[in-house]
């Protein structure tokens, strides 16, 4: 099985629900899918499988989860196969599913129990035929490049006025400010939030310079707990977390000082919290999808490591991936930030020129986060990778990235 998570945002740049791409099978080690693809969940939904065995906080963090549901799959046994709340599962349809009967009673059904359904890839010219689905509809997905939006606007308001409209293929920036000065969606997919610094002339601040300080000096090979302690003494959020993350670990423990508390936690634990604490602070002014990502990446990295027998490198694809967005964090292109964080030569190497040791482990994770399930299977051919331990891996991200933000849940 294969699963990735895909982002919708809202007009603030605030993550509102995830789509859950997925495909059950290897379909270039078992050609015969790709032909009866669209076979594959009629018993079994894949997307729901992997909320139902993930669970929603782990998988959206309580979001709103869109599955992708096909004219075959939707007359699965849907209410049985997921027990997540009705309200938080919206059922992703494309134009495969006619407005016409069975369809429409099965949709009745299902709206009437609770469930959210969104249609996607549906053209302007087939709005009046559709008008059955659409007056069920909570979400309508459209590409932004094909629609007039403005127009779209005035017909939803007038005929669909509970339906949001959301903006798919919104790739760069500049398509994002664009449309969301429009109004006229209410969410809005892309890759616009993680699209390279290419150029900048942008100076880090002051406090960002602290982080990165602190990042080269647990970043040595053998650093100085004390060194580390200095510097976390220099941001009082920074000494905050640290004494939570102590207190959470120790009972009955008086903390005197930042330089007891990182010896209490001990060099490879102090490593471990500091790269990922200040990754988290160095994305406080970016959208929280920037944090999520950078540390998914690099827990993902980490857990592919044994399986393309890399293991002892385990450390440096943990920073691989956290580094990944490096240039986003400090608005910096990545090479002017990898000068300032002192990574190995085979850090750099991957972020930079995508090529090395550690390449095809970051290049798959790359294609996995983008659900390029074609290219995901050619590179576990190539490297010989059974596709449940890349899943796994995945998925150990995910529930890993949870427990660092929320341990209580």
Known sequence: ???????????????CAYSVFAQRDNHLMNPHLMGTGFLDNVVNIVGLDIVESVGTNVLSGGKEVFVEITNISLFANIEEQCKAPKKIIVLLLDTSVLPEEPYLSRLWDLHGQGYKIAIRKLAGNQFETYKPILEMCDYILLDHRKINIR??????????????????????????ERLTSDGA?????????????????????????TYIELLNVVNNSDFDLQDAADVIGKDPALVISLLEMVNHLTINSEITSVRHAAAMLGQKELKKWINTAVTKELCSDKPSEIMRISMVRAKFAENL???????????????????????????????????????????????????????????????????????VSRLMILENIEMNDVYKAYTDALKWYRDLIDPIK
């Not at 998570?5 to 603030?12: G, H, Q, T």
């Not at 509970?162 to 994002?176: H, M, P, Q, R, S």
């Not at 399986?307 to 694809?317: M, S």
């Open 151 to 176: 127009s779209a606007k005035i017909y939803f308001t007038k005929s669909y006025p509970d339906i949001k409209l959301c903006a798919v293929g919104v790739d760069t920036n500049e398509d994002y």
């Open 305 to 375: 490591a044994a399986c393309f027998e890399l293991k002892g490198f385990a450390p440096e694809l943990f920073l691989a991936g956290l580094f990944s967005l490096l240039d986003i964090m400090l608005d910096q292109t990545m090479e002017q930030a990898l000068k300032l964080v002192h990574v190995s030569k085979k850090i750099e190497d991957v972020l930079l020129n995508k090529k090395g040791d550690l390449w095809p482990i970051m290049q798959l994770v790359y294609e996995y986060e983008n659900a390029s399930w074609q290219e």
């Open 1 to 15: 099985m294969l699963a990735s998570l895909i982002p919708l945002f809202d007009d603030e740049m605030k993550v």
């Open 185 to 209: 969606y209410d969410l809005y997919e892309g890759n616009f939030f993680r699209v390279p610094v290419e150029e900048s002339e942008k100076t880090v601040a002051p406090l960002k310079v």
